[in-house]
């Protein structure tokens, strides 16, 4: 049930559907990357993506300075959840890249 409740209480708020959303289209991105876009202190885009990431939505990984998130390969609830995310229409931030 703990699971359950993580998982809910990740996507009970509109900045974390639209980071999921935003990964869905643009694939793995850096920390960079999501705060610019998202024109986000980096603590509060942080806070968001370690309640995705516990709730088993992300998995990050180091490369060099950089940390790229991507969405984790899930199933069952959490799959169907995504599916439905990514059919929902929603204004995206642009994609932008920075170069660290």
């Known amino acids: ?36 876009s998202f024109n986000m202190l980096q603590s509060r885009l942080s806070r968001h993506l370690k309640i995705l990431k516990d709730a088993g ?13 991507s969405i984790k390969e899930v199933k069952g ?6 599916d439905e995310i990514e059919k929902l229409k929603i204004d995206l931030p642009t994609l932008k890249e920075c170069s660290i």
């Open 1 to 36: 049930m703990e699971e359950f409740v993580k998982t809910v209480s990740a996507l009970k708020d509109e900045t974390r559907i639209k980071i999921l959303k935003f990964l869905l289209k643009y694939n793995e991105r850096c920390v960079c990357e999501l705060e610019a």
């Open 57 to 69: 939505f992300l998995k990050s990984k180091r490369k060099g300075k950089k940390v790229l998130y």
């Open 77 to 82: 609830f959490k799959k169907a959840a995504l």
